[in-house]
C-alpha cells in the first residue's frame, strides 16, 4: 500500500490521508451492492488469477460483496495459476480461464475478442445451464 507509486501513498498518509481499499472504493463508486440486489449472476475477472487474487485483488471483493448478497459469481481469467485452482475455486462459484482448451496465450492475447467471445459462450453452454 503506501509504499508504491514512489512513496506517494505514506506521505499522504503523513498528510493525514487515511487507507482505504482501491477495490472497496470501485465498488462503491460503482455501486456494485445496489447492482448486486438485481444480479442473478456476476463475472468478474483479471488477467492472471493466482494465490495473490485471494488478498483484496478486485475480483475477491466483489467476490465477497456478491456472497454477501447471495449472488453466484463466475471468475474469468486470461490465465489461472495452477497451484492456486483448487484454492479459487473455493472462492467462486465457478473459475474460468481464457488460456486453454485449444486457445493459446498468444492466441489470447492476439485475437482477445473472439477468444473471450468464444469462451463466454462455452461457459454460457455448460455452466450456467448446470448451476441454476
Known amino acids: 500500500g503506501a509504499g508504491a507509486a514512489g512513496g506517494l501513498g505514506y506521505a499522504l498518509l503523513l498528510c493525514g490521508a487515511r487507507r482505504r481499499s482501491g477495490a472497496e472504493a470501485l465498488c462503491e463508486l460503482m455501486q456494485l451492492d445496489a447492482a448486486l440486489a438485481q444480479a442473478d449472476w456476476v463475472i468478474t475477472g483479471e488477467g492472471q488469477s493466482d494465490a495473490q487474487t485471494l488478498h483484496g485483488k478486485l475480483p475477491w471483493v ?39 482448451d485449444g486457445i493459446t496465450q498468444t492466441q489470447a492475447m492476439q485475437e482477445t475478442a473472439g477468444c473471450l467471445s468464444e469462451r463466454a459462450r462455452r461457459i454460457a453452454q ?3 445451464t448446470r448451476l441454476r
Open 62 to 100: 466483489v467476490a465477497q460483496h456478491a456472497r454477501r448478497a447471495q449472488v453466484p459469481v463466475l471468475l474469468l481469467s486470461g490465465m489461472i495459476e495452477a497451484s492456486s485452482r483448487v484454492t479459487l475455486e473455493q472462492a467462486f462459484t465457478a473459475c474460468h480461464a481464457l488460456v486453454g
Open 126 to 128: 455448460t455452466t450456467f
